[in-house]
Nanobody, 123 residues
Framework: VQLQASGGGLVQAGGSLRLSCEPSGRSFSVNSMGWFRQAPGNGREFVAAINWIGGSPRYAGSVKGRFTISRDNAKNTVYLQMNSLKPEDTAVYYC?????????????????WGQGTQVTVSS
């Protein structure tokens, strides 16, 4: 499974961006996906995750109420709508996928990773 993430960029504080992640290859084996982020000097941090069977998405406390993860089953694509962006949201954002449908916030539980897309929020 290959993951292609897109949608990053430079935005002012308070602005919005939407990230997309589309699996290819054996994408039928993917049953849940998540977004993580990594700022310079920090470890990889969970942001949000969703599955294909309709369970409630999960969010990190720092983004809850501002970010929304959603999926398009027909396109097998996951989106991360990011609103009210803050400078501390600046990071490389990675999408990840796994075969299991149980949502997890743990990065090493994901088998497949995208290449990352840079999000920079200026103050």
């Amino acid at each position: 499974v290959q993951l292609q993430a897109s949608g990053g960029g430079l935005v002012q504080a308070g602005g919005s961006l939407r990230l997309s992640c589309e699996p290819s290859g054996r994408s039928f084996s993917v049953n849940s996906m998540g977004w993580f982020r990594q700022a310079p000097g920090n470890g990889r941090e969970f942001v949000a995750a969703i599955n294909w069977i309709g369970g409630s998405p999960r969010y990190a406390g720092s983004v809850k109420g501002r970010f929304t993860i959603s999926r398009d089953n027909a396109k097998n694509t996951v989106y991360l709508q990011m609103n009210s962006l803050k400078p501390e949201d600046t990071a490389v954002y990675y999408c990840a996928a796994r075969r299991a449908s149980v949502i997890t916030t743990t990065s090493n539980q994901y088998s497949y990773w995208g290449q990352g897309t840079q999000v920079t929020v200026s103050s």
